[in-house]
């Protein structure tokens, strides 16, 4: 059972940055490829980035590609989301969450085995 806990969400006006962080308990988090969704109130939980086992890839969804960067360090059980030019309608609930698919699969959220508790990011207009 790997545990995930998520740091980092806040509130931000318009414009300004957060930087989301994922901590694994598990030792074999560097055998899991990582995700991060988010749920604003009403709508379903959706993709926003994701990245391989090795870090060797990334994807992310288009509405933040140029904003937000996913990142990894496997020494530290920890992925990391970057999350620049902030927008009202980045604001919901974001999940890490780590499982064991293919590179087309990581954008499902069937994908994934293990989710954290999810942290607020709250962007203000």
């Known amino acids: 059972q790997v545990q995930l806990v998520e740091f980092g969400g806040g509130l931000v006006q318009t414009g300004g940055s957060l930087k989301l962080s994922c901590t694994a308990s598990?030792?074999?988090?560097?055998?899991?490829?990582m995700g991060w969704f988010r749920q604003s109130v009403g709508k379903e939980r959706e993709f926003v980035a994701a990245?391989?086992?090795?870090?060797?890839?990334?994807y992310d969804q288009d509405s933040v590609k140029g904003r937000f960067t996913i990142s990894r360090d496997n020494r530290k059980n920890t992925v990391y989301l970057q999350m620049n030019s902030l927008k009202p309608e980045d604001t919901a609930v974001y999940y890490c969450?780590?499982?064991?698919?293919?590179?087309?699969?990581?954008?499902?959220?069937?994908?994934?085995?293990?989710w954290g508790q999810g942290t607020q990011v709250t962007v203000s207009s």
């Open positions: 969450a780590a499982g064991i698919a293919g590179w087309d699969r990581l954008r499902a959220v069937n994908s994934y085995r293990y």
């Open positions: 990245i391989t086992w090795s870090g060797d890839n990334t």
């Open positions: 598990d030792g074999t988090f560097s055998s899991y490829a």
